[in-house]
């Protein structure tokens, strides 16, 4: 139980495009959902928090009109990344909980983004 | 804000068990201690989750001293396939910030 899926696993896009990422709890219902980055030997970063049908709540330095998450289901996060740049390069993880405190988080397995 | 302070790696032999702790002085009331796994180009896994005392599953126990301003994650008999990172996570309660911090590398020698 507690699977959360990731699509897509990866990508490529030229600069300036934008990619959507899904985040999907596939056999729970997430009361919450989080997105990270992560860069090469680096921790996950927290980017933003998300709760379904309000808006995403934003981590200090993450801008939220260029990642643009919507939380439209209690299985369904999306996380856009717009006018992507070389810099936005990374590997971005979601992760979901059940309960209302923020406990356990089940991690997705990852999206890497290659802007060239 | 619960920060955390590991370990940044570890070295290990197959069959040995391995201990890795985690300082969190500021641990609130609320707040339970959680660890993960990761390897490289994945999401983190779920390992263990501790409020106090012990706490044991299929693959790992946790420790908790009284004071709670620690626990140590416990690997028994690692093999090469347990080298990760490894994080320890602490809380959040709803209002809280999540911060991951660096982690332990650890790596299992043959």
């Known amino acids: 139980g507690a699977v959360v899926s990731q699509h897509p696993s990866w990508v490529i896009c030229k600069s300036g495009t934008s990619v959507k990422i899904e985040c999907r709890s596939l056999?729970?219902?997430?009361?919450?959902m989080f997105w990270y980055r992560q860069f090469p030997k680096q921790s996950l970063m927290l980017m933003a928090t998300s709760n379904e049908g309000s808006k995403a709540t934003y981590e200090q330095g993450v801008e939220k009109d260029k990642f643009l998450i919507n939380h439209a289901s209690l299985t369904l996060s999306t996380l856009t990344v717009t006018s992507a740049h070389p810099e936005d390069s990374s590997f971005y993880i979601c992760?979901?909980?059940?309960?209302?405190?923020?406990?356990?988080?089940?991690f997705g397995p990852g999206t890497r983004l290659l802007v060239l | 804000l619960a920060k955390t302070t590991q370990p940044i790696s570890m070295d290990s032999y197959e069959g040995q068990e391995v201990n890795i702790t985690c300082s969190h002085n500021n641990i609130a009331t609320n707040d339970y201690i959680t660890w993960y796994q990761q390897f490289p180009s994945q999401g983190p896994r779920f390992i263990i989750q501790g409020y106090k005392t012990k706490v044991k599953n299929e693959v790992a126990s946790l420790f908790i001293p009284a004071d709670r301003k620690s626990s140590t994650l416990s690997l028994p008999r690692v093999s090469l396939s347990d080298t990760a990172v490894y994080y320890c996570?602490?809380?959040?309660?709803?209002?809280?910030?999540?911060?991951f911090g660096k982690g332990t590398r650890l790596h299992i020698l043959p």
């Open positions: 992760s979901a909980t059940a309960g209302p405190y923020q406990e356990t988080q089940y």
């Open positions: 996570l602490v809380g959040p309660n709803r209002d809280d910030k999540i911060i």
């Open positions: 056999d729970f219902q997430a009361t919450t």
